[in-house]
């Protein structure tokens, strides 16, 4: 018998639950395994959604904490019998996932609040999915030290340029850099998702005045530490630092409009029917609006009503991109390449 | 034969047993199906095109050059580091041995990351360390620009890795005969001379090992890199990279088994080195 991958992995996993034998391989019929970020995520998700859900459902909800690469990656495993029945995702991977023809299509029959969803979120998962949350990447700045910031990405490139400030922009590593950075950058300076020649020429020209945050909590580090001025970063973790009583800073939407940058919900085929009733609830507008109050963003229901608060900080749709993410998928890789090849981080 | 008698002769290989099937299911194989990966075609079938195109890319040669001089620099800084205080450890050190001890290995007990956020805190612009350089000592006019720079990355992986090399030298240094030094004292030598043509080739098990231990750990770091950057672009940074941004998981894997074989690679270098030294 020839070897392979699959073979292997099989042998393996047969090995494996020997020694687990009497352990179930999946959770109870009436028990949902859904996703969630850590952090305030997580409370938003058991608060807003799981709680509604298992009242109305009598059934339970686990919360698996992750991300979205490796909640995809655990469903490409065992697409069969996925480990998950509820994934949230970043738009590309959606798309990566709706088209590797993993999860299920979403129609109004399965999912009634999705009538008040826009098409062009659901349309954007290549209707195996669709966009619950939204959040712009923009400009957030330390008001001690910029006291007139850019207000879009082509001043912010001049003034980092000419070393007015230092600023802290997102590296490569962090996975969605190419799209709230790279992709909204290059549109605001005339690129095209073919042409990303403007994006990495102003990035040459700001190379002397650039540092590179990892993750959302190291951008923060940057500025409070005063290794950066402002730099590039998410309007509600913004706001969620402002609400911590952090009063120095704060975020502007660039001129030329920041990326959408979407949260989206996705249903893995062969996963739960109760999945269904679980993201009804996501989409219900009472649940959304107290999850964007938690977590000061956007979210995609027409109905929801902002508080006050929040309605002034949350960016209307229209102020914002949708960038074409499907587009971008084609290029991406080709686009990171070249990130590590000319700027290194 | 009874299950008693097969127990009672077998009982060596039952003990290790539980060991051998954790390491063999949750170690060996995954690394096996990762290497497997990196040589299965996206068709299926076995290929060596992805180590070729790797292997023929100056900026992934680069990427290995990188990773290998980093690791082989935060390694011999921290040997040298570590030797003077396994020394004061060993000899010098009496009754406060404890205590140093408690010292070199209380900051593993701390997150790696937070020890990383600590050389922001400390060496960001408006950082204290350049607050006291610029403004407490008036020894500069404008702040340095220490963070993401080679230096400060090296650092602050030597500050996570010198324990490893201190325990290494001082479990060595422990184990010689001082009547050999006291031996070359008598009969003549000065002291650097004794510690130069008998302490020093008596420990350097300790040093070899040491230094390919921090080498190798510094070869697979990843979290001080990541937030310290320092320009430095390695192998562990780009296999993440391939997992989370670009998922090209047989990419990364051809990578994982590039810095798997340069890790097997220098364990059998301190294999040989050990057998040379005859220990």
Redesign the interface.
């Known amino acids: 018998m020839k070897l392979?991958?699959r073979h292997?992995?099989g042998a393996?996993a047969a090995?494996?639950l020997a020694?687990l034998s009497g352990l179930p391989l999946r959770a109870q019929a009436n028990t949902l395994n859904v996703t969630a970020y850590g952090g305030v995520w997580e409370q938003a998700i058991r608060d807003c959604f799981v709680a509604p859900f298992e009242a109305k459902t009598g059934a339970t909800a686990t919360v698996s904490l992750g991300?979205p690469?490796q909640w995809?990656?655990q469903v490409e495993a065992n697409p069969e019998n996925p480990p998950l029945d509820v994934l949230i995702m970043t738009p590309d991977?959606a798309v990566?996932a709706a088209e590797g023809d993993l999860m299920d299509e979403f129609t109004v029959e399965k999912l009634p609040n999705l009538a008040d969803i826009p098409q062009e979120f659901t349309d954007a998962c290549l209707g195996k999915g669709t966009y619950f949350d939204y959040g712009v990447g923009g400009i957030t700045y330390n008001k001690q030290y910029v006291s007139e910031p850019p207000k879009g990405f082509a001043e912010f490139v001049e003034r980092v340029s000419n070393g007015e400030f230092?600023a802290s922009v997102p590296?490569?590593?962090?996975?969605p850099?190419?799209v709230f950075f790279l992709w909204a950058m290059n549109n605001a300076l005339g690129g095209t998702v073919d042409n990303v020649d403007p994006f990495f020429e102003a990035m040459a020209k700001m190379k002397d005045n650039l540092?590179?945050w990892?993750g959302p909590n190291?951008f923060f580090?940057?500025l409070a530490?005063?290794?950066?001025d402002l730099g590039i970063y998410f309007d509600g973790r913004t706001w969620n630092h402002v609400d911590e009583g952090v009063n120095w800073i704060d975020f502007i939407n660039p001129e030329e409009g920041g990326a959408m940058t979407t949260v989206a919900v996705q249903k893995p085929k062969h996963a739960s029917d109760l999945a269904w009733d679980y993201i009804n609830e996501m989409l219900d507008p009472a649940n959304q609006s107290k999850f964007a109050d938690i977590l000061n963003y956007g979210v995609t229901n027409k109905k929801v009503q902002y508080s006050e608060k929040l309605a002034a900080r949350v960016p209307a749709m229209s102020d914002a991109l949708l960038p074409p993410y499907a587009e971008i998928a084609r290029v991406?890789?080709g686009w990171?390449d070249r990130w590590?090849?000319e700027i290194?981080? | 034969m009874s299950l008693h008698a097969f127990a009672a002769r077998h009982r060596r290989s039952l003990l290790l047993a539980p060991a051998l099937?954790f390491l063999?299911?949750f170690f060996v194989?995954?690394l096996?199906?990762n290497s497997?990966?990196s040589f299965?075609a996206e068709e299926?079938g076995f290929t060596l095109a992805r180590y070729a195109a790797f292997l023929t890319d100056r900026?992934y040669l680069g990427v290995i050059v990188e990773t290998v001089v980093l690791s082989a620099a935060v390694a011999a800084i921290s040997v040298v580091i570590a030797y003077p205080v396994a020394y004061v450890l060993v000899r010098k050190s009496g009754r406060f041995s404890g205590a140093i001890i408690f010292m070199l290995i209380a900051p593993l007990l701390t997150s790696i990351i937070m020890r990383t956020?600590g050389w922001?805190?400390l060496f960001?612009?408006?950082?204290l360390v350049n607050q006291w350089l610029v403004q407490d000592l008036g020894l500069l006019d404008a702040p340095l620009r220490w963070?993401?720079t080679p230096g400060l990355a090296i650092a602050a992986l030597v500050h996570v890795l010198v324990p490893f090399a201190v325990l290494s030298i001082a479990s060595v240094l422990q184990g010689v005969d001082r009547r050999l030094e006291e031996g070359a004292l008598m009969l003549g030598a000065s002291r650097w001379r004794a510690f130069r043509e008998v302490t020093l080739p008596l420990t350097m098990d300790g040093i070899g090992t040491g230094a390919i231990l921090v080498f190798m750990i510094a070869n697979g770091s990843f979290v001080t890199l990541?937030?310290l950057?320092g320009?430095f672009?390695t192998l562990p940074?780009?296999i993440?990279?391939q997992?989370?941004?670009?998922?090209?998981?047989a990419l990364a894997s051809t990578m994982s088994t590039i810095l798997l074989v340069i890790a097997v690679g220098c364990l059998w270098l301190q294999l040989r080195l050990v057998r040379r030294q005859g220990v």
């Open positions: 392979n991958r292997f992995l393996s090995t494996g020694g991300g690469a995809l990656a991977l990566i230092i590296s490569i590593s962090y996975g850099t190419p540092v590179f990892a190291d580090n940057h530490s005063g290794e950066a991406r890789n990171v590590n090849r290194g981080m | 099937i063999a299911v194989m995954p096996f199906d497997l990966r299965t299926g900026f956020f922001q805190v960001a612009r408006r950082g963070l993401n990541v937030l950057g320009g672009q940074l780009l993440y990279q997992f989370n941004t670009t998922r090209d998981f």
